[in-house]
């Protein structure tokens, strides 16, 4: 089966750093992405993995394990505006995304 | 041009009403896709459109009809839609719907469809 697990709701304050895990198990695999959702908007691409490591774009890190079924998104000098939801997506054959973590940027 | 563009935004209609959803790029992208997303839920795979073909049907109910006139049009036809399709609906593309050249899906902003 498909299987793509997020936390659902997470905290942070303005400036600081954050990590949003994501597993997933799916028959396949073919990258893993990971989306920006503001309320009422469409998803922005934020970054891509298909090999193990470390992908670095600014503000934002994302990382891969392949063995462990496991990334994460890292963000860094957290801004308000950084309030959204984030969707861990797996690409295999078709993009099959998580639940989404809702992040609640503090002043 | 970078976007995928959608109209109308917001669409209201009743449950005997027929309307469709438009959505377009120029990207040159050749796979283009339909989402639906209820609050607070992740986006749902409906279709699939590889080169102008439908390749992919999530075993959507017949009311839900795509087309694809060609490469940088897809429209969803819609006819005796039900209170609980309301949703926003997405539109995306990608270059290919395979292979390493694929690394992202764009999306459209979307049409809020409310059925009464």
């Known amino acids: 089966g498909q299987n793509i697990d997020q936390p659902t709701e997470m905290t942070a304050t303005e400036g600081a750093i954050v990590q949003i895990n994501c597993t997933y198990q799916t028959s396949g695999f073919n990258g893993l992405f990971w989306y920006q959702q503001h309320a009422g908007e469409a998803p922005t691409f934020l970054s891509y993995?298909?090999?193990?490591g470390l992908e670095e774009k600014g503000r934002f890190s994302s990382f891969l394990s392949r063995s462990k079924g496991y990334s994460y998104l890292l963000l860094k000098e957290l801004q308000m505006k950084d309030s959204a939801s984030y969707l861990c997506?797996?690409?295999?054959?078709?993009?099959?995304f998580g639940s989404g973590t809702r992040l609640l940027v503090r002043p | 041009d970078t976007e995928v563009t959608q109209t109308p935004k917001h669409l209201v209609m009743g449950m005997t009403n027929k309307k469709s959803l438009k959505c377009e790029q120029h990207?040159?992208?050749?796979?283009m896709y339909w989402y639906k997303q209820k609050a607070k839920k992740p986006p749902e795979l409906m279709f699939v459109?590889?080169?102008?073909?439908?390749?992919i049907n999530e075993s959507v109910p017949s009311r839900f009809s795509p087309e694809c006139p060609n490469s940088s049009l897809l429209n969803l036809h819609l006819h005796a839609l039900q209170p609980e399709d309301s949703a926003l609906y997405l539109c995306?593309?990608?270059?290919?719907?395979?292979?390493?050249?694929?690394?992202?899906?764009?999306f459209g902003p979307g049409t809020r469809l409310t059925v009464l």
């Open positions: 990207m040159g992208h050749r796979a």
């Open positions: 459109y590889s080169y102008e073909k439908l390749s």
């Open positions: 995306a593309s990608s270059q290919s719907p395979q292979g390493p050249e694929d690394n992202e899906q764009f």
């Open positions: 993995n298909v090999l193990d």
């Open positions: 997506a797996v690409r295999d054959g078709r993009l099959i």
